[in-house]
T-cell receptor
Framework: DAKTTQPTSMDCAEGRAANLPCNHS???????VYWYRQIHSQGPQYIIH???NNETNEMASLIITEDRKSSTLILPHATLRDTAVYYC????????????????FGQGTTLQVKP | DAGITQSPRHKVTETGTPVTLRCHQT?????MYWYRQDPGHGLRLIHY???????DKGEVSDGYSVSRSKTEDFLLTLESATSSQTSVYFC??????????????FGPGTRLLVL
């Protein structure tokens, strides 16, 4: 699975959009980009994922560059409850029996939403 | 939220004693995982299961064993706990185990302290 690079920390004002970048320059054509977050002392929470096209759900939007070497997670109106560590993960959609399905979590970006 | 519970939520034990952590799901998902989370290491996969009585090792399986006698329960056992196994343990479940698009849903975690 491709490695990802994220900034260590970011701040965002409450009510503003939070844009979290992720570089995955070695991503392969069959690898998806997943975003999870972990609020303090809780288990990781799935946010969104995508392959090539931009994606949007009730939590966030995912913008993937045309060359797929980077992506941005957008929280359109950040609240204090969005303060968390955000993980960008790339993982192959493997149809073989050998894939464990494990997620490789890096250090993530600590997002601090401030009043 | 996915129906995943972990028990106990907190445990303090002594070196050399056996410890069993339980993960219970109500989603009837085939795949279950045990991760540990430590500062500076992120989440690391210990063991996973791809069906009843079907389990395999993850990247940090030494000192741990697992069992899955029912779809809904996945047990993690530390045969003889050591201080290096002090950690937060997370259980996760998924439908397809990495084949195609799928997401993992995490439990609330168990905090284990080995004295």
């Amino acid at each position: 699975d491709a490695k990802t690079t994220q900034p260590t920390s970011m701040d965002c004002a409450e009510g503003r959009a939070a844009n979290l970048p992720c570089n995955h320059s070695t991503i392969s054509g069959n690898e998806y980009v997943y975003w999870y977050r972990q609020i303090h002392s809780q288990g990781p929470q799935y946010i969104i994922h995508g392959l090539k096209n931009n994606e949007t759900n009730e939590m966030a939007s995912l913008i993937i560059t045309e060359d797929r070497k980077s992506s941005t997670l957008i929280l359109p109106h950040a609240t204090l409850r969005d303060t968390a560590v955000y993980y960008c993960i790339v993982r192959v959609a493997n149809k073989g029996s050998s894939n464990t399905g494990k997620l490789i979590f890096g250090q993530g970006t600590t997002l601090q939403v401030k009043p | 939220d996915a129906g995943i519970t972990q028990s106990p939520r907190h445990k303090v034990t002594e070196t050399g004693t056996p410890v069993t952590l339980r993960c219970h799901q109500t989603e009837n998902h085939r795949y279950m995982y045990w991760y540990r989370q430590d500062p500076g290491h992120g989440l690391r996969l210990i063991h996973y299961s791809y069906g009843v009585k079907d389990t395999d090792k993850g990247e940090v399986s030494d000192g741990y064993s697992v069992s899955r006698s029912k779809t809904e329960d996945f047990l993690l056992t530390l045969e003889s706990a050591t201080s290096s196994q002090t950690s937060v343990y997370f259980c996760a479940i998924s439908e397809s185990g990495g084949r195609g698009q799928e997401t993992q849903y995490f439990g609330p975690g168990t905090r284990l302290l080995v004295l």
